[in-house]
């Protein structure tokens, strides 16, 4: 029986991974994916949030070898976390169906980069989808699993915001599957990939490149509306939405399996027309792919590689106009909640003079005013070694000015490995990390983490202590305050810190007051 409503692409993906009889969903929350695994437990299916992007990929890799169907769910710059496992699991591949869902940023809406994890397909080999809405999105993730099972392989799913958060009508179309019993069968052959077995399946990986652009050729997942001999647009994803109303007259050509790209298919419909033209948001991953094969196509200009696409914008890029795009008044930035616990901890800093090594989460605002705290910013887990390695150059005076924050979710993704390179290799002046314990993953949606000693759907979990953490692996002193309650006593215990050739950790304890607001709302139901 079929069922239509009303889904975002993130619900949609959720839906098929149910309505599919995927086994285990696992993830890292990050915008614009967050919601998907959320969706997922909240139907019925069973999601984990694990500690960071590679755990994630591991773990959905093991439920795959088992005969298991697996869903991983990450932002973009977190499938950077998971490359090394993604590389060499494309090599061996599993028998249960596994799909990886990056769901990337054009014009950094909430990210620190514009990167275009189409490279990504390309550089592993592996299979990719990447659907224009929701029904899309929900009947290309049910085709994946199939394409995943057929050629033993891995394969991407790629999302942009603006598939992930819109909402169009949905049918879900039955043919419902239970999760599948798992089990495993021995086959080192395949599964372990020494020297001589990961050079017969580099042989295996580039055959099912060609069988599957061969299938590709066949049109399933090619949409072509043919009007205009004069102009013929090829593109994928969000672009073939803003072609339809930036160019009406043309001939379109629209890709949903965009790795192998079906270069037979595109052949054709080049020379059907007398100017071909690849629209294409993010890289020109498509124009120089097909420009390589040797098929004529028009790109697009550099300035149009940055940012989402519009209607506006693609009629400029169609038309070859480089004027620059109309100046959209900035709305207000994003700023730290009136009532939020890191408000303090900044004010500290920023009267203290400490050189910020920060980090990404709701604390990374602290470079704004009125704190403009922060220092340096590279990735998840990169306050604390990037501090460390300031200790170890910087003049000694300027060396005890350097603090390292996180939070509690960014310390149990990658900055526990920080703690570990401070303890083993410390610097002549010791160090001193911040973390920040709102006890919740904030800024992606409220979601829970080790730390929280919740699960995904909020039930009691273990809890992992992050101060025992600490303590274990060496540091020599850890503290713990709310620099909200005692200011005073924070800003001399931060000082005193500061002084010491000791390594420090100061664990910054109060809860986020949204989700404490949440939490005793659905306490209360």
Request: net charge neutral; proline share 6%; aromatic share 6%.
């Amino acid at each position: 029986m079929s069922q239509r409503l009303l889904a975002s692409g993130n619900e949609a993906i959720a839906y098929a991974a149910y309505d599919c009889g995927v086994n285990w969903g696992v993830g890292y929350p990050g915008t614009p994916s967050s919601e998907i695994l959320d969706e997922f437990s909240k139907l019925g299916g069973s999601a984990e949030w694990a500690p960071n992007e590679k755990a994630a990929l591991e773990v959905a890799i093991g439920c795959a070898y088992a005969n298991g169907r697996s869903l991983v769910t990450m932002k973009h710059v977190g499938l950077n976390v998971a490359a090394d496992p993604l590389f060499t699991i494309a090599y061996s591949g599993t028998p249960g169906g596994l799909v990886i869902v990056t769901a990337d940023d054009p014009g950094m809406a909430s990210s620190q980069n514009e990167q275009d994890n189409r490279r990504y397909a390309t550089a592993a080999a592996i299979p990719m989808f990447e659907p224009a809405d929701s029904q899309e999105a929900y009947d290309f993730l049910i085709e994946a699993y199939d394409v995943a099972e057929k050629y033993r392989c891995p394969v991407l799913f790629r999302m942009t915001t603006r598939v992930c958060h819109s909402k169009c009508v949905l049918e879900r179309r039955g043919n419902f599957r239970k999760p599948a019993e798992g089990h495993f069968d021995k086959d080192p052959k395949s599964n372990v990939m020494i020297p001589a077995y990961a050079r017969i399946a580099h042989r295996r990986i580039r055959k099912n490149l060609h069988d599957l652009e061969d299938w590709n050729n066949q049109g399933k997942f090619i949409r072509e509306i043919r009007k205009s001999d004069e102009l013929g647009i090829i593109t994928s994803g969000i672009s073939y939405q803003h072609v339809l109303d930036a160019a009406p007259e043309a001939s379109v050509l629209k890709l949903g399996f965009t790795y192998p790209l079906p270069m037979e298919a595109i052949r054709k419909f080049a020379a059907s027309v007398k100017r071909c033209v690849v629209v294409e948001e993010g890289d020109p991953v498509l124009a120089d792919a097909i420009n390589a094969a040797g098929i004529r196509v028009e790109g697009k200009a550099e300035e149009f590689r940055f940012g989402e696409l519009n209607v506006q914008r693609v009629r400029k890029l169609i038309a070859n106009d480089t004027t620059p795009d109309r100046v959209i008044p900035a709305g207000k930035p994003p700023q730290l909640c009136p009532g939020c616990p890191h408000r303090k901890t900044y004010e500290v800093l920023r009267d203290t003079k400490c050189i910020v090594s920060g980090d990404i989460g709701c604390y990374t605002l602290g470079v704004l005013p009125p704190f403009e705290a922060v220092d340096t910013c590279v990735c998840m887990g990169a306050s604390v070694t990037v501090g460390l390695g300031m200790r170890k150059v910087l003049p000694e005076a300027e060396a005890r000015r350097v603090v390292s924050v996180i939070g509690d979710s960014t310390f149990m993704h990658t900055g526990i490995n920080g703690i570990v390179e401070m303890v083993y290799n410390r610097p002549a002046t010791g160090h001193v990390v911040l973390i920040l314990d709102n006890s919740i993953t904030a800024m992606t949606g409220m979601q829970e983490n080790p730390s929280t000693g919740r699960k995904l759907d909020h039930t009691p979990a273990p809890q992992v202590s992050i101060e025992k953490v600490c303590e274990g692996i060496g540091v020599d002193h850890v503290d713990v305050i709310d620099s909200t309650k005692e200011t005073e006593r924070f800003r001399e215990l931060l000082l005193n810190r500061l002084a010491s050739n000791d390594l420090s950790v100061i664990i910054v304890r109060r809860p986020c007051i949204i989700a404490l607001a949440k939490m005793k709302q659905s306490e209360g139901k």
